[in-house]
């Protein structure tokens, strides 16, 4: 029987790659401390802090497939030595935000990468974790640069906003979408993948992209999807900011909206994920499958990204006098 570890396996990711593992009939074990939730059913928890020393002192004979979800160097460098000489396969899920440039539209996996100064910043952690997995894995490596993952339980709550936004009605903010552009993974699409590029050897670096759509298209089918017939009130950069409206995610933003100099950021080109077996479901139904979860948390929770209905209310305001 094919034996599969995911390093994590209780988050949101690393869940569901998991379950899709156990699903082809794997026998899926999680190495993580348990505390972000439990195992699918059908998987092993083998409960241990990766931080801590002799952390894998229970995982025990060789792998076919080991799956790293993170990027800190501290959990990559160790793991990789602990289990890098007994796994025929390593898939480490990176990011697209791992390269140096965001202004080249339909750019593919040869372009010039972040040089590293940083490690505590994402990019320049997620470059060293891909440095670090090439040296000790080579070619038995998966670099899987995922985009932005979107999809039923998104922690970062920012493609779920506009949706479950335009779900209450009213009157909407919004950037003007014109030169701006949205490109997704739903999770189920990105875990189904990894699994199965997993399993059938795939190497390499990889965009796990999902298509480039504009973001008037987005915006669409989030009116659509949500039956939103209220008015989308759309402002310029220069106003937005001056509202003190902040780019892309946070507190007091309006998420998925990039600077106008990062034309290339959401336009990556997902050939090699396609040519090795990628697939993707159409995006309304992952606004749709967006929208039900929101509406399952609830549509007026606290939100990790977006406006609160007071500052949008009283930006609303401001720009109307």
Not at 28 to 52: F, H, M
Not at 112 to 121: G, H, I, R, W, Y
Request: with cysteine; hydrophobic share 40%; aromatic share 6%.
């Amino acid at each position: 029987m094919r034996r599969v570890l995911i390093l994590g396996g209780t988050g949101w990711l690393g869940h569901r790659i998991a379950a899709a593992a156990v699903a082809e009939g794997a026998e899926v074990a999680c190495l993580a401390r348990g505390e972000s939730g439990d195992v699918p059913v059908g998987a092993r928890l083998i409960a241990a802090d990766r931080r801590e020393p002799g952390a894998y002192e229970g995982v025990g004979g060789e792998w076919d497939e080991v799956v790293e979800v993170s990027y800190s160097p501290d959990l990559v460098e160790p793991a990789l030595k602990a289990l890098g000489p007994r796994t025929a396969h390593w898939t480490l899920v990176s990011t697209i935000s791992v390269y140096a440039t965001a202004d080249e539209p339909n750019a593919d996996e040869s372009a010039t990468l972040v040089e590293p100064t940083d490690p505590s910043a994402y990019a320049d952690a997620k470059v060293l974790a891909e440095r670090a997995s090439t040296l000790h894995v080579g070619d038995r490596l998966l670099i899987a640069r995922a985009g932005l993952i979107v999809g039923p339980g998104d922690p970062s709550d920012r493609f779920g906003y506009w949706p479950a936004r335009l779900s209450r009605g009213g009157a909407v903010l919004a950037p003007n979408p014109a030169g701006r552009y949205v490109q997704v993974i739903d999770v189920d699409d990105l875990a189904t993948w990894i699994e199965r590029a997993g399993r059938q050897g795939v190497v390499g670096p990889i965009h796990a992209v999902g298509e480039s759509h504009t973001m008037s298209e987005y915006f669409k089918a989030a009116r659509e999807v949500s039956d939103f017939e209220g008015e989308l009130v759309t402002l310029e950069d220069d106003a937005l900011l001056a509202e003190g409206v902040q780019y892309w995610a946070g507190p007091r933003s309006l998420p998925l909206w990039p600077p106008a100099d990062a034309t290339g950021f959401a336009q990556r080109s997902n050939a090699a994920f396609r040519a090795a077996g990628g697939s993707l479901r159409p995006l309304a139904e992952t606004v749709a499958r967006s929208l039900a979860d929101e509406r399952e948390r609830g549509v007026d929770r606290q939100r990790r990204a977006g406006l609160e209905a007071s500052e949008e209310a009283e930006t609303l305001a401001d720009v109307a006098r």
